[in-house]
């Protein structure tokens, strides 16, 4: 078992220094120690992994431990994990299911420890391929006049089932202001365009008609800002004129799938850090 | 030597057999024939390359055969070209000389099959760089107040020296529409971004802001429109939080050079084909 | 509904005005012709794509029309395939569920237009996965001694339901010279490996040893040689020395399914023509 | 200006704790540190860099205090190095020149900075590229029986210039172990293929022969053992059924170029540490 330290804070000399000092005269082991000093906003991240075996401090002591080890460096961020956690990730999806598929698959396949206790959408249609894999499927539809109201069942899922993460696998709807500020988690999505290039609706026909020769997906923590929450993950592949529409939309499935699984395995292996609008992906 | 037919027309049945039969029976023989359907469009599009070593239509009388051929089909846009015509380029530059020495290095190393005739600089920087490869060079310094009279004298300058194509290697001025009307020929430049995201200055800057985890660049041909014209290639590259803006610039250089590179290529090879604000390449 | 033609022949002139002006005035509209000539070996290609809507020639007799028609080439590879006729696919597995899931994710969503009636694995272990999509599945062990019978059985089971093509989807033993050559239908594998390097076992380890800085994915044809058949698919992907030989499996298992949908997806829609130990893929 | 540190050694506990401590009490501050511990062969590797400006050990006292430091800890690979050394590099060609003007570019655009105080050649064609560049060319033509004589002045050739590595852009001769053990610094080189695919000569000719759908090249250093030696650095372009050779020798180029670029870049800011046969590029 190995405990998972993040942290982000005005850069200093001595910071490393200390961390790594505090681990190794309480008997831990470093794993893997990576940091990262943007020099330009002057602010140093780090992750430290190390091996709780003969670790002198218990976990229940840890995180005050660490809390008081780092407050001289007046972090801005700060988070201890362990990584015998399992997290607990809720699923939205519309009608489209090769995201779903893939992300069961991993799970089923052993790649993603994650737990998925309900998928949630707003259609009906992938009851069946939910269903299949035992998991509960919750129809919540969606009308402009009933979103509060729908958006606070969707809310009360999520807490019965003790969700740390939603992830929106081609959720064709868009979570208010208030489900974000209420869920105070983080939610993953996938756009199916290599951001910021085709924000909104439909970005494969915006990239057919605007001609370009590669076209991408990503993924990306959701902001109350459409589209412009910090991206996680873009992958690209390359189209050409002889590809309509319907061409993208299967070459983009592909890397939709990829680069939305590598964003959640990023994400639950504690290897993100998030500062202003960008991430650090360790 | 070699015939490139290229057209672009209304889709209909039997146009290549048309245009096949015509070659054959003139006992030409198809190297190359790429056809390409645009169906949501309905527009045809071809380019075909045969070998004129037996061919029964000379030189001078081929470009009336084509056009009274093809008059039924109502093409859009047809060219003939011949693979023996050394294609003119002007090459235009500020102060980077990256895309500079990759073109006159292909151009040197027998990849680039043309003639850079001279080059332009609104600075006088690279003019050392420039004349140790024997080309003349041109340091037209463009203010607001003088850039009507210094188009002017670089159209002139084109004009005189019978270019066919001018090439924008990282020139950091804008074309005037007054000049891209009196040039009236292709100019292809390099934007050094994934269009169309980072439309405008300092593309790196807005890609390390945005937090993006693929940088690109692309070649375009030049419309009145800034960066808006039709597309002929892009290459993207990853990067990650531990790249800085210098970082960026510097892994976006290469690509840069192999974009512009094979934009050029492409054009004078008479492999694209523009239609609306696309292209086809084939 | 549209019949496709794909051919291979010594080339000569005249070919391409042939085959249009049969099309054309048996009033079929051609949506795709794709030729390709390989001026070193002087071999000709082609795949055309008419609609069949107004085609004069009925189905019955279509394929003596053509071989009537094109019988003056001498073609060494000839066929003609309707794009309504959906073929029966078996896929063939052992302990890994990743290529089977997302195969049969892209047949339950649509983008894979095969039957697959039914599954075979040397192994027990994926039935559960397999049953929940409802499609049969055989635990066909195989050892040494009973290679010989236990492949007889095999073809029982592809004759019996009719199979046109066996996917080898992480099948971990290596089909005889003579199941192939009873089988005598194409059979695709994915090779876990940027073929020609690392041929045979373990191609993850053998690269973490190597210390290449890229890994990839081949799918192909499967020939009495081991792991070199034509190949039809590759995609690579970036890895550092970083990753551990359990990462290069986890980055690996991405490509391994795309690589082998997208060569499935080749094959199933006529687009693929072997010629040598090479494909040209449409 | 600042200090690099390279180091292996065998894993044990606190020694990013013991580095990063002996950088912070001699004030100096870290601008890069990256570790990596290869868990299989228990390896630990690190790469720090630390700004000089207020470090209390001057530089003539360094090395010997930072061998005293990690003494304890058994390196197998120790280097200090300091920024602003400049390093001289010998760069051999033969008769290609696109490698070679990349890399004079990129010295002249200021992105390469190191000195090339000599370019060797087994050809005299590429005399007049070098000269315009004003760098002293030196042909050395080589035949079997003088192969000993002609390399033993290469070797004085290099001394004299004081050569602290060799490039071999496009170089088709072999060095001999002999020249490489009296050399006895770092030789770079580009091969154009996907190592390990396609050892040896020809190997676009290979790879177009075994049909794969994606080329590559590598850069690495030379040992002993042909197209062996520890890989830095790989590229690949995807290229299909209608590329010739030529034209994969074409797209080739442009691999090699940024290949080998990268490959010099990372080696003079010493960011690779060798192993074994294999690199880590921090």
């Keep these: 078992m190995r405990a998972v330290l993040r942290m982000c804070c005005p850069d200093r000399p ?6 790594s000092n505090f681990i190794f005269r309480n008997r831990g082991n470093i794993v893997h120690l990576d940091q990262h000093v943007d020099t330009e906003a002057n602010v140093f991240f780090a992750r430290i992994e190390w091996m709780l075996k003969s ?16 407050r001289p460096f007046e972090p801005t961020f700060l988070s201890l994990d362990f990584t015998d956690q399992k997290q607990r990730v ?18 089923s396949g052993g790649e993603l420890d994650v737990e998925v206790p309900l998928i949630v959408s707003n ?16 129809h919540v539809p969606i009308e402009p006049e009933t979103k509060a109201a729908k ?5 009360e899922l999520l807490a019965e089932a003790g969700v740390d993460l939603v992830v929106l696998a081609r959720y064709m709807q868009i979570l208010s202001p208030a489900f974000l500020q209420s869920f105070a988690k983080p939610v993953i999505n996938i ?3 290599f951001l910021p290039a085709f924000v909104g609706a439909d970005p494969y026909r915006q990239a057919f008609e605007r001609g370009v ?41 592909d890397l939709e799938k ?16 998030v500062y202003g609008n960008k991430t650090v992906v360790f």
């Design 258 to 273: 990829v680069v939305l699984a590598r964003a959640v395995w990023h994400h639950v292996h504690h290897r993100i850090l």
């Design 90 to 107: 809720a699923i939205f999806v519309t009608k489209e299911n090769h995201c779903l598929y893939d992300l069961l698959g991993r799970c």
């Design 213 to 253: 020769k590669i076209i991408g997906a990503t993924s990306h923590y959701v902001t109350e800002d459409l589209d412009q929450g910090p991206i996680i993950e873009q992958r690209v592949v390359r189209v050409s004129h002889r590809d309509s529409v319907k061409d993208l939309v299967r070459h983009g499935r």
């Design 191 to 193: 756009h199916h365009s």
């Design 151 to 155: 958006e606070g069942h969707e809310l």
């Design 123 to 138: 259609r009906d249609s992938l009851r069946h391929d939910v269903e299949k894999f035992g998991i509960p499927f919750h």
């Design 55 to 70: 670790f002198l401090i218990r976990r229940e002591g840890m995180r005050s431990a660490v809390e008081d080890l780092v």
């Design 14 to 19: 001595g910071i490393v220094a200390e961390l």
